[in-house]
């Protein structure tokens, strides 16, 4: 999906052309991916817009950074503040926020040592990111998720993202909208940018994280959001075949949100259709995400902007 630019990017502390957001061609980032980030979304609101679940998000930057021994000169108050200016002074909204952490220009080598870090702080119109109307057609990769021990899952980090490419990729190719990968032990970890779920006979199960999955924070609202439901919920590792046999699954991320699958390795999940439960959930989400059903969790941060679609139901 094309980038439609914006104003301004937010760059250490300061709000800063978007053209004048560069970077080195030797900058440490570029010849070894040594970048965390974030994405999130800002939802348009009846009376404006709000951003979804954003000091989780920026928590989350500063718990990859600190995986990867970044030491960020701002708190996490900073941050989310650093969000809502950069929102309010491009004065786009619905959009998509990109937050990013980065080993810049110093020396070259593996060792980061001597690289400066650098923080910027975008936001930009963005839709739809799931592709296929009614459930996406996905496939289980070859490719699969990190080896514990090797890339570190939990933290979202640049560098993982070329394992997402070649699942991403490998997909495409053969005519698929995404694809699960499994972990180093053959079970389900997840898709190349997003979480998994899974209904069957009633129970909502999702892999867990030891099974080289990311921390998503959509995966967690859904978690949240099923069990105040009063639905089960499971967190246990999952074989392959239980995907075929699933009476309903569907991805969770910020880009993808709550994205039904209707078929995976060309075989149909139930009948096709979005299941109940996928139904039930999604409508909470983005309920309380738009604004439409009370933020019973805490979950929005209100900035002055609005929103340039309208919301419905």
Request: aromatic fraction near 8%; include cysteine; proline fraction near 7%.
């Amino acid at each position: 999906m094309p980038i439609h630019p914006t104003e301004k990017i937010w760059h250490n502390g300061s709000l800063i052309d978007w053209k004048d957001a560069t970077i080195h061609v030797m900058s440490h980032v570029v010849h070894y991916g040594s970048s965390v980030f974030e994405g999130i979304r800002c939802y348009g609101q009846p009376s404006g817009a709000a951003v979804f679940r954003l000091p989780e998000h920026m928590q989350r930057l500063l718990d990859s950074a600190k995986i990867y021994r970044m030491d960020l000169p701002y708190t996490l108050d900073e941050l989310c503040a650093a969000v809502v200016d950069v929102i309010e002074a491009n004065q786009v909204a619905p959009c998509y926020i990109r937050p990013i952490a980065l080993r810049g220009y110093g020396e070259i080598g593996v060792s980061p040592k001597g690289s400066p870090i650098e923080v910027y702080i975008a936001n930009f119109p963005w839709g739809k990111y799931m592709p296929g109307h009614g459930g996406a057609d996905v496939c289980v990769s070859s490719w699969n998720r990190m080896a514990p021990n090797t890339l570190p899952a939990l933290a979202k980090a640049g560098a993982n993202y070329m394992n997402s490419q070649l699942i991403r990729m490998e997909a495409d190719i053969n005519g698929y909208a995404e694809g699960i990968a499994l972990d180093v032990n053959g079970l389900v970890s997840e898709g190349s940018g997003e979480n998994i779920f899974v209904v069957r006979n009633g129970v909502l199960y999702t892999t867990p994280l030891a099974n080289s999955a990311l921390s998503g924070i959509t995966r967690d609202s859904i978690i949240t959001i099923a069990r105040h439901l009063g639905l089960p919920v499971i967190e246990q590792a999952m074989p392959r075949e239980l995907l075929y046999i699933a009476d309903e699954v569907f991805f969770t991320g910020t880009a993808a949100e709550v994205s039904p699958i209707r078929s995976i390795d060309r075989i149909l999940i139930a009948d096709g259709e979005t299941g109940p439960l996928t139904k039930q959930l999604a409508d909470e989400y983005f309920g309380i995400a738009n604004g439409l059903k009370p933020d019973r969790f805490g979950w929005l941060t209100p900035v002055k902007v609005p929103a340039a679609e309208p919301v419905s139901a």
